[in-house]
T-cell receptor, first 119, second 117 residues
Framework: DTGVSQDPRHKITKRGQNVTFRCDPISEHNRLYWYRQTLGQGPEFLTYFQNEAQLEKSRLLSDRFSAERPKGSFSTLEIQRTEQGDSAMYLC?????????????????FGEGSWLTVV | AQKITQTQPGMFVQEKEAVTLDCTYDTSDQSYGLFWYKQPSSGEMIFLIYQGSYDEQNATEGRYSLNFQKARKSANLVISASQLGDSAMYFCAMREGLGQAGTALIFGKGTTLSVSS
């Protein structure tokens, strides 16, 4: 079990450029989540997948944000035409499918995050 | 809608002392789960402890314990015998139902804990 890994860890880009982040979840986990965290705030949920199906994407911040998980394993988060307000840390997390909301068997595990700076 | 409130922006404690980090939540669900995560300056969110709404005992994990008071809707984290390595940001979180789509975590704004020698 190598944990959730994210790449790149840091990205500096010019305004208007596109960026893509990759997430490799814990191998036996079938749910994958993307969060955004700005300075001094808690993580903010963006989207999530169960296997390859994107079950919730209404929280994506704008149509410039998109995510894929083509084979139900790794996932990518793309931000097109980046703006300075996109500067944040983008966190990926994974878990098993819920058995119940109150179940302890499906803790969500996070990666180390990808820091984005838009200049 | 569910909500998590952490009212302490920062807490200071000396090594070996115990500290309590406050968390209150708001939900109309009968079944829910509460989590605490630690985030050091490196950025990784480290899972610490979980409490289910139907769990009769307060959760404990090593030096971490969760003081769960269901009627007051509070889930405070207690760290006993603080260590310098405990200095970090601490987040309280709760599972939020997404209807048919499943669940995700919602987080409070966090509390920065500073442990001094």
């Amino acid at each position: 079990d190598t944990g959730v890994s994210q790449d790149p860890r840091h990205k500096i880009t010019k305004r208007g450029q596109n960026v893509t982040f990759r997430c490799d979840p814990i191998s036996e986990h079938n749910r994958l989540y993307w969060y955004r965290q700005t300075l001094g705030q808690g993580p903010e949920f963006l989207t999530y997948f169960q296997n390859e199906a994107q079950l919730e994407k209404s929280r994506l911040l704008s149509d410039r944000f998109s995510a894929e998980r083509p084979k139900g394993s790794f996932s990518t988060l793309e931000i097109q035409r980046t703006e300075q307000g996109d500067s944040a840390m983008y966190l990926c997390a994974s878990s098993w499918k819920d058995r119940a909301v109150g179940s302890s068997g499906n803790t969500i595990y996070f990666g180390e995050g990808s820091w984005l700076t838009v200049v | 809608a569910q909500k998590i409130t952490q009212t302490q922006p920062g807490m200071f404690v000396q090594e070996k002392e115990a500290v309590t980090l406050d968390c209150t939540y708001d939900t109309s669900d009968q079944s829910y789960g509460l989590f605490w995560y630690k985030q050091p300056s490196s950025g990784e969110m480290i899972f610490l402890i979980y409490q289910g709404s139907y769990d009769e005992q307060n959760a404990t994990e090593g030096r971490y314990s969760l003081n769960f008071q269901k009627a007051r809707k509070s889930a405070n984290l207690v760290i006993s015998a603080s260590q310098l390595g405990d200095s970090a940001m601490y987040f309280c979180a709760m599972r939020e139902g997404l209807g048919q789509a499943g669940t995700a975590l919602i987080f409070g704004k966090g509390t920065t804990l500073s442990v001094s020698s």
